[in-house]
């Protein structure tokens, strides 16, 4: 039996079967590379789920987590610690934000999300009823709050009723959301480009006005920017696309450079007006680990302008995403913004990565129909046309 065989044959033995998991092992990364554990190399058009944005080995990120390692790597937040503060301080520069609360996720991030802004509304005026207004089509996790803001049936309906007092818009559907707003509103949450959902990107007038309906009716908008955030549409986060700001948003994924790692950030008028201390708490959340991890990436971030390297590469992988398009006919559409692209398809596309897998391109789906290609960021022209070549062929 092949290494590869007993290691999945242990894995399916013992881990809890809530993924799918493709037939591979892999044992380590490199650049824009993945390897399994029997030398085989991948083209890596994925970066474990838009998490790797610098690529696999950076050595400042890596020297980062090394060295805190032999310091300290957890002292609970009944402390100070030097890599929490200066994260801290980074973090809110880099988003405009004035407050964050670290986390050890995307989804924990939703949850404190949530929370801020129940307690923002609770202290105007002191009732259990305020109201959420969230997307048809979004994702923001698997818990039991992120999974109640999730606009996707097949995923909450085991799991009901979740939190409760959530309504469902239509994406880019101004209308529709207007239509679910009352007194009672205490929130509206979106990804600034659904992922997960389908690849799918926020008109311009759509985003400016729920900013406009929450600053008129005393609304907080909050803004999941955890898959399309840092950088990877071409702007550090995506909402400044739109020249608006959220009162909440979050971040996870890229941010902590392959550590698991995330946070809420808020406005100070948000802040002064919610959460204190009793409110939210975590044991592991703004480890010194962590935290020195996602310092060491900003200052990646700032000093190699991967922000500028996004906007230069990426019409080079839209125009040949548009190639793949113009060639085969069961691809109806090519949309996304910068290094988050999605391919639709008019069938499921499972075989499709399966045989882009056993060529040497790791990419995944958006749903059952959509090729999603959210690569590390580093990505060169020389990446991009081995990719084209790849999927071309397995289409």
Same mark, same amino acid.
């Given at each position: 039996?092949?290494?590869?065989?007993?290691?999945?044959?242990?894995?399916?033995?013992?881990?809890?079967?809530?993924y799918?998991?493709?037939?591979?092992?892999?044992?380590?990364?490199?650049?824009?590379?993945?390897?399994?554990?029997?030398?085989?190399?991948?083209?890596?058009?994925?970066?474990?789920?838009?998490?790797?944005?610098?690529?696999?080995?950076?050595?400042?990120?890596?020297?980062?987590?090394?060295?805190?390692?032999?310091?300290?790597?957890?002292?609970?937040?009944?402390?100070?610690?030097?890599?929490?503060?200066?994260?801290?301080?980074?973090?809110?520069?880099?988003?405009?934000?004035?407050?964050?609360?670290?986390?050890?996720?995307?989804?924990?991030?939703?949850?404190?999300?949530?929370?801020?802004?129940?307690?923002?509304?609770?202290?105007?005026e002191?009732?259990?009823?305020?109201?959420?207004?969230?997307m048809?089509?979004?994702?923001?996790?698997?818990?039991?709050?992120?999974?109640?803001?999730?606009?996707n049936?097949?995923?909450?309906?085991?799991f009901?009723?979740?939190?409760?007092?959530?309504?469902?818009?239509?994406?880019?559907? =101004? &209308?529709?959301? $207007?239509?679910?707003?009352?007194?009672? !509103?205490?929130?509206i949450? #979106?990804?600034?480009? *659904? +992922?997960?959902?389908?690849?799918?990107?926020?008109?311009?007038?759509?985003?400016?006005?729920?900013?406009?309906?929450?600053?008129?009716?005393?609304?907080?908008?909050?803004?999941?920017?955890?898959?399309?955030?840092?950088?990877?549409?071409?702007?550090?986060?995506?909402?400044?696309?739109?020249?608006?700001?959220?009162?909440?948003?979050?971040?996870?994924?890229?941010?902590?450079?392959?550590l698991?790692?995330?946070?809420?950030?808020?406005?100070?008028?948000?802040?002064?007006?919610?959460?204190?201390?009793?409110?939210?708490?975590?044991?592991?959340?703004?480890?010194?680990?962590?935290?020195?991890?996602?310092?060491?990436?900003?200052?990646?971030?700032?000093?190699?302008?991967?922000?500028?390297?996004?906007?230069?590469?990426?019409?080079?992988?839209?125009?040949? =995403? &548009?190639?793949? $398009?113009?060639?085969h006919?069961?691809? !109806?559409?090519?949309?996304? #913004?910068?290094?988050? *692209? +999605?391919?639709?398809?008019?069938?499921?596309?499972?075989?499709?990565?399966?045989?882009?897998?056993?060529?040497?391109l790791?990419?995944?789906?958006?749903?059952?129909?959509?090729i999603?290609?959210?690569?590390?960021?580093?990505?060169?022209?020389?990446?991009?046309?081995?990719?084209?070549?790849?999927l071309?062929?397995?289409?």
């Open positions: 039996m092949k290494k590869t065989d007993e290691i999945i044959d242990i894995a399916d033995n013992y881990l809890l079967h809530t799918n998991r493709f037939g591979i092992v892999l044992e380590r990364g490199e650049g824009v590379r993945l390897y399994d554990i029997e030398g085989k190399s991948y083209l890596d058009f994925a970066a474990g789920i838009a998490v790797y944005a610098l690529g696999y080995g950076n050595e400042r990120v890596n020297k980062a987590i090394k060295d805190q390692l032999d310091k300290l790597s957890h002292t609970s937040n009944l402390f100070y610690n030097e890599p929490s503060a200066l994260a801290s301080k980074a973090i809110c520069e880099a988003t405009g934000m004035d407050r964050v609360f670290f986390t050890n996720s995307g989804t924990e991030a939703i949850e404190g999300a949530i929370k801020t802004a129940l307690k923002y509304s609770w202290n105007k002191e009732r259990d009823d305020y109201e959420i207004i969230a048809n089509g979004s994702f923001h996790g698997r818990s039991m709050g992120s999974l109640s803001v999730t606009g049936r097949h995923y909450r309906e085991p009901g009723p979740g939190i409760g007092h959530i309504k469902f818009a239509e994406y880019n559907d =101004l &209308d529709s959301v $207007k239509a679910l707003i009352s007194e009672k !509103t205490s929130a949450i #979106l990804e600034t480009l *659904q +992922g997960e959902g389908g690849i799918h990107v926020a008109h311009a007038a759509f985003i400016e006005g729920i900013r406009r309906l929450c600053d008129e009716n005393g609304i907080l908008m909050i803004l999941d920017e955890i898959q399309c955030g840092m950088g990877r549409t071409g702007t550090m986060f995506a909402y400044e696309r739109y020249g608006i700001s959220p009162d909440i948003m979050t971040v996870a994924k890229a941010v902590g450079g392959g698991p790692v995330g946070g809420f950030l808020m406005k100070e008028s948000v802040a002064e007006s919610s959460m204190v201390p009793g409110d939210h708490g975590s044991t592991y959340g703004g480890n010194p680990l962590c935290t020195a991890a996602i310092a060491a990436v900003l200052k990646e971030y700032k000093d190699k302008d991967i922000v500028s390297h996004v906007r230069e590469i990426a019409p080079y992988l839209e125009k040949r =995403l &548009d190639e793949i $398009k113009s060639r006919d069961d691809i !109806t559409d090519r949309r996304g #913004l910068g290094c988050m *692209q +999605g391919l639709e398809f008019n069938h499921p596309v499972g075989d499709i990565i399966k045989k882009c897998q056993d060529a040497g790791i990419l995944i789906t958006a749903g059952a129909n959509v999603r290609l959210v690569p590390p960021l580093v990505i060169g022209k020389e990446d991009i046309d081995q990719m084209y070549q790849i071309d062929s397995c289409i």
